[in-house]
């Protein structure tokens, strides 16, 4: 519970292309397809913790990786406008080993590893769901998620960000 939100101005796009190369890197060798859709109508800057949003992305990102073997991992940035307030809608979707049902609700549980046995090559301490949770959850925002066992996973995320209006210098 120590966990602060820090409000500054940030460019959205360029923490973005950030999360695209720190994916692409993680990639690596892995036959994964890595499909990235930005909004084009992003926003110039915003006004939060940008910092917090690449932990949420990141983390999001990182688990599908993990979790997929081959197939694809997609990343998708859009928005929703309203006076000076953008929606941040952030998703992953990957054609990983999915969730079932009944575990969907101990995903954000600290030290929760769902099917161990099937995992346990894989690395991890089970606390970036649940810090992904609370990070949302004080950015007042929302995280769903959608999964078919053995098919894969979206995750959506939720944040509204304050827009500042200024002149980008090219």
Known sequence: NKLEIVKVEYEPRKVFD????LTKARIGEKPLDFRVNIAE???DYFNGDYVRIKQIALNLLTNAVKYTKNGFVEFNVSTVKKDNLCRLIISVK???IGIKKENIDKLFTKFERLDLEKNMTIEGTGLGLA??????ELMNGKIVVDSVYGEGSTFTVAIDQKIVNKTKIK
Do not use: A, C
């Open 18 to 21: 950030e999360l695209v190369k």
């Open 41 to 43: 109508d992003l926003p």
């Open 94 to 96: 990957d054609s990983g």
């Open 131 to 136: 810090i992904t949770k609370k990070l949302v």
